[in-house]
Nanobody, 122 residues
């Protein structure tokens, strides 16, 4: 079955950097687009970024993280990454990696990880 092992979350000061990772198994990782979704305390789910399947040539970000976050994938390691720089307190959230139902990141998400907590102190 589809499984994800997320890691790399933690506590960081405002302006700092953190990279979260998501090791995937149970499906042909390289074939599918992947995305990151976050949920801040007391708020709803917010899509953050996505990367297409294959070589990951198509990438998209929510406006609030553009220029600060970088999504990437290592198909040889079946791992998705989100490098986060210049972190702000409003980036505090549980970050979930998700599998998209096709090679294109614009399709719907069909599997979710357990999430990793990122906390940015001011």
């Amino acid at each position: 079955q589809v499984q994800f092992a997320e890691s790399g979350g933690g506590l960081v000061q405002s302006g700092g950097s953190l990279t979260v990772s998501c090791a995937a198994s149970g499906f042909t990782f390289s074939t599918y687009a992947m995305s990151w979704v976050r949920q801040a305390p007391g708020k709803g789910l917010e899509w953050v970024s996505a990367i297409s399947g294959g070589g990951g040539g198509s990438i998209s970000y929510i406006d609030s993280v553009k220029g600060r976050f970088t999504i990437s994938r290592d198909n040889a390691k079946n791992t998705l990454y989100l490098q986060m720089n210049s972190l702000k307190p409003e980036d505090t959230a549980v970050y979930y990696c998700t599998k998209v139902s096709s090679n294109s990141w614009s399709a719907g998400m069909d599997s979710w990880g357990q999430g990793t907590q990122v906390t940015v102190s001011s």
